[in-house]
């Protein structure tokens, strides 16, 4: 279970009346990762992100306060990540080429079970891939991934605990127990 | 668990976007042309409100002339009758 | 004779004016009368109706440069259907106005036949008229004129039978032609 929801760190980082290019700077991450973890597709990731950032852009004025924009930001990219893989439909590609690319801190863990998650997770069907995206990236309880994918609970934690499993023993068949 | 669990959270940390990327947003926001329906409403607002003060500005000059027009033609006609009253008093005398 | 009275008294007034005020208990005579002409047009709407006045049309030109140095024109008319329907005591204070040395009556006739009395005012000062009172109270009728600036009589009655002014006609009873 998350130690700490990255809801809060992101309120924290987001505090309120904070201009477009502040947001962006404070967000820019979380969304272009989102994309990114959901899509495997860098040059998507990049195009879905700033699209997520023209609507902020156009609907700023309607949000009555910066730390209502995490939120927004995080329901905005899923649907527009799900959204964006349904058209792309059999053209999704897993791109295999990401070893080189930075995270925000050095990626912590094994680089090779760590890009071999990577893969398992983009393998995922759509909604339960955005699930486990959104738990494990930022650290969303079940109940605030319910509103962001608004979707019940119930179907939230069913996704965790089937995508998992599902994950847990592919894992373990092609690297062996990982504990 | 906590261990599989952990590895899936090292495993989707966060990337770094691009180096370009905020600058690249930025630039768009200023390319950005506004929606369709706010630039009509806009154009809209913005005709009515010019039509409306054009419009309630002449009905203003217009009154404002019929009112002059008027003022004038009950000044000219007191004097008439001023000087038609100067004269018949005077052939009185 | 308006012309003489004139010189006369631009040579004769006192420095410093006032305005002539319509007090606002003239206003209770529009319930009696059975027409009534009130214009208030202050500087702003002057200068507003002047923009409206077309330098191509003659008319409109001679208006322009006449109201060019006005301030002000107030006009209250009251015609009555019947004689009584107002008291002296009515048109006093704008008498008491005018009776300050600031203001000069250039005319003051009264009709004997008709019982009508005129009274022609202006205002001076640095020898130029600052203001143009008239005032005519007939048995079934009143009528207030105050025109404040800077107003040249001789222009005003130019104006007879152009921009929709009846031609003064000395000879005979006109209306205000405000029917016209």
């Given at each position: 279970m998350p130690t700490a929801g990255a809801a809060t760190e992101a309120n924290v980082e987001c505090p309120p009346n904070m201009?477009?290019?502040?947001?962006?700077?404070?967000?820019?991450?979380?969304?272009?990762?989102?994309?990114?973890h959901f899509l495997r597709d860098r040059g998507a990731a990049e195009e879905v992100a700033q699209d997520v950032f023209l609507r902020?852009?156009?609907?700023?004025?309607?949000?009555?306060?910066?730390?209502?924009v995490v939120f927004w930001l995080r329901k905005v990219t899923?649907?527009?990540?799900i959204d964006y893989a349904r058209k792309r439909g059999s053209q999704f590609t897993i791109a295999l080429d990401d070893t080189s690319e930075p995270s925000v801190a050095s990626q912590p863990g094994d680089p090779l079970l760590n890009r071999r998650l990577q893969q398992?997770?983009?393998?995922?069907?759509?909604?339960?891939?955005?699930?486990?995206?959104?738990?494990?990236?930022?650290d969303l309880t079940p109940e605030e991934i319910s509103e962001v994918l608004e979707m019940p609970v119930r179907t939230v934690k069913s996704h965790l605990h089937r995508s998992l499993a599902m994950l847990r023993e592919k894992i373990e068949r092609s690297m062996g127990d990982i504990r | 668990m906590q261990d599989f669990e952990q590895q899936l959270r090292d495993a989707l940390a966060r990337k770094e976007q691009p180096p370009y990327f905020e600058a690249k947003v930025l630039a768009a926001t200023r390319r950005q042309p506004k929606p369709v329906f706010l630039r009509w409403a806009f154009a809209t607002a913005s005709a009515l409100l010019i039509a409306a003060?054009?419009?309630?500005d002449h009905r203003a000059g217009i009154q404002a002339k019929e009112q002059l027009q008027l003022a004038l033609r009950v000044t000219v006609t007191e004097l008439g009758k001023v000087q038609r009253t100067v004269r018949a008093s005077t052939e009185e005398e | 004779m308006i012309k003489l009275a004139l010189i006369t008294c631009l040579s004769l007034a006192p420095l410093g004016a006032q305005e002539l005020k319509i007090p606002a208990s003239?206003?209770?005579?529009?319930?009696?009368?059975?027409?009534?002409?009130?214009?208030?047009m202050d500087a702003n709407l002057l200068q507003l109706a002047g923009r409206f006045l077309s330098d191509k049309n003659p008319d409109d030109a001679q208006v322009k440069k006449l109201i060019e140095g006005l301030k002000g024109i107030y006009v209250r008319s009251f015609e009555f259907a019947k004689q009584g329907e107002y008291q002296d005591s009515d048109v006093e204070p704008v008498r008491a106005q005018l009776h300050t040395p600031a203001w000069s009556r250039i005319v003051g006739v009264r009709s004997q036949k008709s019982n009508e009395n005129s009274e022609v005012y202006v205002k001076t000062g640095n020898g130029k008229i600052g203001g143009l009172a008239i005032l005519v109270t007939e048995p079934k009728q009143l009528t207030i004129v105050s025109i404040?600036?800077?107003?040249?009589?001789?222009?005003?009655?130019q104006l007879g039978g152009h921009f929709g002014i009846p031609k003064i006609d000395t000879r005979k009873e006109t209306g205000h032609g405000k029917d016209e």
């Open positions: 201009t477009f290019a502040e947001l962006l700077r404070a967000n820019q991450s979380m969304v272009f990762s989102l994309a990114y902020l852009h156009g609907k700023l004025d309607d949000l009555a306060d910066s730390r209502h899923s649907h527009r990540c398992l997770i983009a393998a995922l069907p759509e909604k339960p891939r955005m699930v486990v995206v959104l738990r494990y990236q930022e | 003060g054009i419009w309630t | 003239l206003d209770r005579l529009a319930a009696k009368a059975t027409e009534v002409v009130d214009v208030t404040e600036g800077s107003i040249d009589p001789d222009q005003l009655g």
